[in-house]
């Protein structure tokens, strides 16, 4: 089992900064890619950014230049740096991780979700 929590979401004004952390523990022999991933009322799931163990990192178009994720392998943790955030950032977070599983089969777990409110 890959266990998966995530910190930091709250309500913060329009133009705002807020860091999300997760942070997956459990039995695994590495971490492949660890993800950030988002969901707005009635909208379908997508991805927000993604970096891998190497530390090559993916984002999608709407947060490239106001979001950074970054991760601390050593911690098994991954970050998410949001800033100049708009209302249409609102919605539930959520933190995905691709684990290798001592058989060496990948383990693909998410978090509980952490909600973000963007607004005046």
């Known amino acids: 089992q890959v266990q998966v929590v995530e910190s930091g979401g709250g309500l913060v004004q329009p133009g705002g900064s807020l860091r999300l952390s997760c942070a997956a523990s459990g039995r695994f022999v590495s971490i492949d890619v660890m993800a950030w991933y988002r969901q707005a009322l009635e909208k379908e799931r997508e991805l927000v950014a993604a970096?891998?163990?190497?530390?090559?990192?993916d984002y999608a178009d709407s947060v490239k230049g106001r979001f950074t994720v970054s991760n601390d392998n050593a911690k098994n943790t991954v970050y998410l740096q949001m800033n100049s955030l708009k209302p249409e950032d609102t919605a539930v977070y959520y933190c995905n991780v691709v684990a290798k599983k001592v058989s060496g089969v990948n383990y693909n777990a998410w978090g509980q979700g952490t909600q973000v409110t963007v607004s005046s």
């Open positions: 970096i891998s163990s190497g530390g090559s990192t």
